[in-house]
């Protein structure tokens, strides 16, 4: 048994307890019927998130953008996007969720900017031009690119600009070009765009790749003697994770000088002192490094434990083990935001139906990100189970970095239009970010019949994978989904609870029991297709079930043999003989 992450005090930050739910706003809720979410239609929708049971939104980008990077290159910092709304919309949507005791975090994308940002337009005006230095410039080495440096999305980080003959550097796509975040002037700016959200009520932020705030400024090359592309190649034909693990270790050294460079402690500290003056505000980032947690209170109040998202398969061992060694890692008073899938991965439900019956599979994903220790981010689309997208032409690509893939697919790496379709359609990003399914309606009830939306809405909404299927069957996933989150709500030893591993005799029974302030609950998942009977012999208790198949009896007594049917959660109060269970009409945190 290992006592792991937990041990938390009395701290009740909100953000430890929520549960969070991402927004794609340009694929949640069409509002005007013109094919695209928008901020309206989240508005329309958000009684069906205070139905679900969220405690916080996390929107994606919502500001003004030309969109290559769908909103993550951005134009105006302190605007909405016009396919979106207004500001005026914006901050309607914050009145209702804040009447309804939902939070609202944002994105904020501080490493790059927009192409077309006035910043950068004014910055590549000319060498001598106020905000030259706000991006970063350098002059070309021997008449090509300062060094070797790559972009995450491939080809060259530095681009030329013809006019000025100086390369400028983006660690995503050459429209998303590089904010030099050294320059204090930059700096401020940040901040000031940080204080304009607070103050209109925001509770905090998502940073967008803090990791690629800095580079080396030696600019050294790196020494990684195997190409990008080839490297790409490898990891996506890798047949092992070993291979796969290998291709990617490549991939982090070739990128080593452009990421995670130590002056990014400073930034972080910087910002949550800025928000350390607004109370009850969070700082979330997107990376899975403890070292942002800082000393446990002077960084980001949350990063990521990727781990359930990234494996390619959920079994008790491999889950279990990877847990134990995440939360052996993080500083005392750091808590981990944990998901199944965000904008930039496949679906949960698609990624595991390779290694386990698909239904089960998502409700076995779902039961464990709502019961382990750290903050759920349930990702949209999620609790309905929707599926990835098979793309059948390129044309209706969207996401530039799949055209990218789908190109080098063909041109470096010579495969036929179907493999590089196939490679495209596995490793691109737009097949998850797919209109919502609100019902089987033509267009799945997101845009009108008649409207061509943004990205197909996947042909699966007409075959029960839509809101409007699910929302009065206890039994759908939909269902599945909204009992978890609000028992969750009903027991914090769930919400907050420390969290320490049994051992069964089973290894296909993931086991645990999370405590706090004496009180437990039991969670047990049947990660295999066989029928398992498990002895816990969990003395003087009685355990109250909470979640699980129909088959159980209500209660039982805990030194009892518990039967697990094949893929079956298993989530049960632990009640001392002499004290009456907690009322489950009652909520025990307020929203
Ligand atoms: O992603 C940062 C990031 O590290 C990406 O390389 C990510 O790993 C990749 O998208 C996986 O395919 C963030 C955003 O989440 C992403 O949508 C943006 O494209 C990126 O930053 C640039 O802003
Ligand atoms: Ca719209």
């Given at each position: ?12 930050s ?19 019927g ?22 916080a ?51 904020l ?18 060498r ?56 204090p ?148 008073g ?142 759908s ?18 919400a ?5 591993f ?11 029991l ?46 009892a ?15 001392p ?15």
């Amino acid at each position: 048994m290992i006592a792991a992450a937990g041990e938390r005090g009395s701290d009740r930050s909100w953000w430890r307890e929520a549960v969070f739910y991402q927004v794609y706003p340009r694929s949640f809720a069409d509002g005007n019927g013109d094919g695209i979410g928008d901020v309206p239609g989240i508005i329309d929708r958000i009684d069906y998130l205070a139905e679900l049971g969220i405690d916080a939104i996390w929107l994606s980008p919502h500001y003004p953008s030309p969109l290559a990077d769908l909103g993550y290159d951005v134009t105006d910092y302190k605007g909405v996007h016009p396919d979106y709304g207004t500001l005026a919309d914006f901050e309607r949507l914050l009145a209702a969720a804040h009447a309804r005791g939902i939070r609202v975090v944002i994105d904020l994308v501080l490493n790059h900017t927009s192409d077309q940002h006035p910043w950068f337009v004014a910055s590549r005006s000319s060498r001598d031009d106020p905000k030259r230095d706000w991006y970063v410039w350098e002059e070309p080495r021997d008449d090509g690119p300062p060094n070797n440096w790559m972009s995450q999305f491939g080809g060259s980080a530095w681009e030329l600009d013809p006019a000025t003959n100086e390369y400028y550097y983006h660690c995503f796509l050459r429209e998303q070009p590089d904010l030099n975040l050294r320059n204090p002037e930059v700096r401020a700016a940040i901040a000031d765009v940080m204080r304009f959200w607070l103050d209109l009520g925001v509770d905090g932020f998502r940073l967008d790749a803090p990791d690629a705030a800095f580079e080396d400024p030696t600019l050294a090359d790196h020494d990684e003697p195997v190409s990008l592309s080839e490297l790409r190649r490898r990891w996506v034909l890798a047949a092992t994770d070993e291979e796969r693990a290998e291709a990617e270790a490549g991939v982090a050294r070739m990128l080593a000088r452009q990421l995670d460079q130590p002056e990014v402690h400073g930034l972080m500290r910087e910002l949550r002192a800025l928000i350390d003056a607004y109370p009850g505000r969070a700082l979330i980032g997107e990376t899975d490094q403890v070292s942002y947690y800082g000393t446990g209170d002077d960084e980001l109040h949350l990063v990521f434990d990727f781990g359930l998202m990234r494996s390619s398969s959920l079994s008790a061992d491999v889950v279990r083990r990877h847990l134990v060694e995440r939360w052996a890692g993080i500083p005392e008073g750091g808590w981990d935001g944990i998901t199944l899938g965000n904008h930039d991965e496949p679906r949960v439900r698609s990624r595991l139906r390779a290694t386990m019956e698909e239904l089960p599979a998502a409700r076995l994903a779902a039961a464990l990100v709502l019961t382990l220790p750290g903050t759920p981010f349930l990702y949209y689309g999620e609790e309905i189970g929707m599926t990835d997208l098979r793309f059948d032409d390129p044309a209706q690509f969207r996401d530039n970095w799949g055209r990218w893939l789908y190109r080098a697919a063909a041109d470096e790496l010579g495969l036929s239009a179907a493999e590089a379709l196939d490679l495209a359609d596995r490793h691109g990003r737009d097949k998850a970010r797919t209109p919502m399914q609100w019902s089987d309606a033509p267009n799945g009830g997101f845009s009108p019949p008649d409207v061509a939306t943004w990205l197909p809405v996947n042909p699966d909404h007409a075959a029960g994978i839509n809101v409007a299927d699910q929302r009065e069957d206890p039994s759908s996933l939909l269902g599945f989904y909204r009992r978890l989150i609000a028992t969750r709500r009903h027991h914090d030893a769930l919400a907050r609870g420390d969290c320490e591993f049994l051992d069964t005799d089973e290894t296909d029974c993931l086991a645990y029991l999370r405590s706090v302030e004496g009180r437990s609950c039991l969670v047990m998942l049947n990660m295999g297709a066989r029928e398992l009977e498990i002895g816990l012999a969990l003395p003087g208790d009685e355990l109250r079930v909470l979640v699980a198949g129909t088959a159980h009896p209500p209660s039982q007594d805990a030194r009892a043999v518990v039967r697990l049917g094949a893929y079956e959660p298993y989530v049960a109060e632990l009640v001392p003989a002499d004290r009456p269970p907690r009322g489950s009409d009652r909520p025990t945190r307020p929203r």
